[in-house]
C-alpha cells in the first residue's frame, strides 16, 4: 500500500509539472511579457459617450484607468480621470477599461454614469491584453502612454494634480 501511495503521488507531481510547463510556456500571457520589451502595443478601441470609436495609441496621449465594476475604490478614480479630461480636453485622450472583461456594456456605462465619469471613452478588455500589456497588478490604476504606445506614468489612484503635472510632461516632449 505504501509503495502504490509513492507511485499515486508521484504520477500527481509529473502531471502537475507537466501541466505547469504547458502553461508558463505556451500560454498568451508570455507574448504580453514580450511586448513589455520593446514590442508592439496592442491597440484598444474604446467608444466615447456618443458612440465615436478611439484607437488607444492614437494622435495624442492617452490616459488609461484599469478598473472593474465591482471595485471601490474605481468610482473616485474614475471621477477624478473625469475632471482631468473637462480641465484637459485636447491634451489627451481618457479612457477607462474594464479589466474584469466578462461585464457587459451596460454595467461600464452605468459604473460611469454614476461616478461622474459617463464623457470618459471605455473600453472592456476581454481578453486581458492590455492589462497584462501594462502589467495591471491593483485595480484603480491609471496609464499614461505616448502616441507610440510607450508608458510614461503610472499611479494607483492618483490625485486630479498628479495626472495634470504627469500630462504637462508629456506635452512637453
Same mark, same amino acid.
Given at each position: ?36 520589451n520593446g514590442g508592439a502595443t496592442p491597440t484598444l478601441t474604446a467608444h466615447t459617450a ?44 481618457? #479612457?477607462?477599461? @474594464?479589466?474584469? *472583461?466578462? +461585464?457587459?456594456?451596460?454595467? =461600464? ?7 461622474? $465619469? !459617463? ?23 491609471? #496609464?499614461?502612454? @505616448?502616441?507610440? *504606445?510607450? +508608458?510614461?506614468?503610472?499611479? =494607483? ?7 495634470? $503635472? !504627469? ?7
Amino acid at each position: 500500500p505504501r509503495r502504490r501511495l509513492l507511485i499515486i503521488i508521484g504520477g500527481v507531481v509529473v502531471a502537475a509539472a507537466a501541466i505547469a510547463y504547458v502553461v508558463l510556456c505556451w500560454h498568451p500571457w508570455t507574448d504580453a511579457a514580450a511586448d513589455q520589451n520593446g514590442g508592439a502595443t496592442p491597440t484598444l478601441t474604446a467608444h466615447t459617450a456618443t458612440g465615436t470609436p478611439l484607437t488607444v495609441p492614437g494622435s495624442r496621449p492617452a490616459v488609461v484607468l484599469f478598473f472593474a465594476v465591482e471595485c471601490g475604490t474605481c468610482g473616485p478614480t474614475a471621477q477624478t480621470l473625469a475632471q482631468t479630461q473637462a480641465q484637459n480636453p485636447t491634451r489627451a485622450d481618457f #479612457v477607462a477599461v @474594464d479589466i474584469a *472583461g466578462q +461585464e457587459p456594456q451596460s454595467e =461600464v456605462a452605468g459604473f460611469l454614469t454614476a461616478n461622474n $465619469a !459617463a464623457g470618459v471613452a471605455n473600453a472592456i478588455d476581454t481578453d486581458t491584453a492590455w492589462a497584462r500589456r501594462f502589467n495591471i497588478t491593483q485595480l484603480s490604476t491609471v #496609464v499614461i502612454i @505616448d502616441t507610440t *504606445g510607450k +508608458e510614461v506614468f503610472r499611479a =494607483v489612484e492618483p490625485s486630479a494634480q498628479q495626472l495634470q $503635472a !504627469a500630462l504637462a510632461k508629456v506635452a512637453d516632449r
